[in-house]
């Protein structure tokens, strides 16, 4: 078992009208607002929640559940939460969205945030579909992979 830090306070931009709900040593719950668009969020270390034993977690990531946010406005939900969480949480490596499998309107609304298509994910009450945002200094890789570093 990892050690799980504590997630910090994570502020939506202004025009979101973002007030906190609930937080917790893990977790913290906002109701934002934009226009007459309203969404709950949770935000919730991977490794302390629901999505501990999906995937490979690692310490600093971070799910997103806005399940009562508007099909049309996650992207830009999405968005102002990658650059929130940059901000409070600079070592996050991986935001995590997961989603109904079968729900391809929700699936291309994060894709249009930039997340991307990781896997499918049994977690006993539903399967869902993980779609992952990484910042660019975390997701670098050698694009010559038929170079042996170091040979």
Not at 79 to 96: H, I, K
């Amino acid at each position: 078992m990892i050690a799980v830090p504590e997630l910090p306070e994570v502020c939506l931009p202004a025009q979101w009208n973002a007030t906190p709900v609930r937080r917790g040593r893990h977790a913290q719950e906002l109701r934002g607002a934009k226009e007459t668009r309203a969404a709950g969020i949770r935000l919730e270390r991977c490794a302390a929640g629901r999505l501990r034993d999906a995937y490979p977690v690692g310490r600093h990531d971070i799910e997103v559940q806005a399940d009562e946010c508007a099909d049309e406005a996650l992207p830009q939900l999405l968005t102002a939460l990658t650059d929130a969480v940059g901000r409070a949480d600079p070592r996050c490596r991986r935001l995590v969205l997961a989603t109904s499998a079968a729900d391809g309107t929700r699936i291309a609304a994060a894709e249009s945030a930039g997340f991307r298509y990781v896997v499918d994910v049994d977690l006993g009450s539903a399967e869902c579909s993980l779609l992952a945002w990484e910042p660019s200094w975390a997701a670098l890789t050698d694009p010559d992979l038929d170079r042996v570093p170091g040979a």
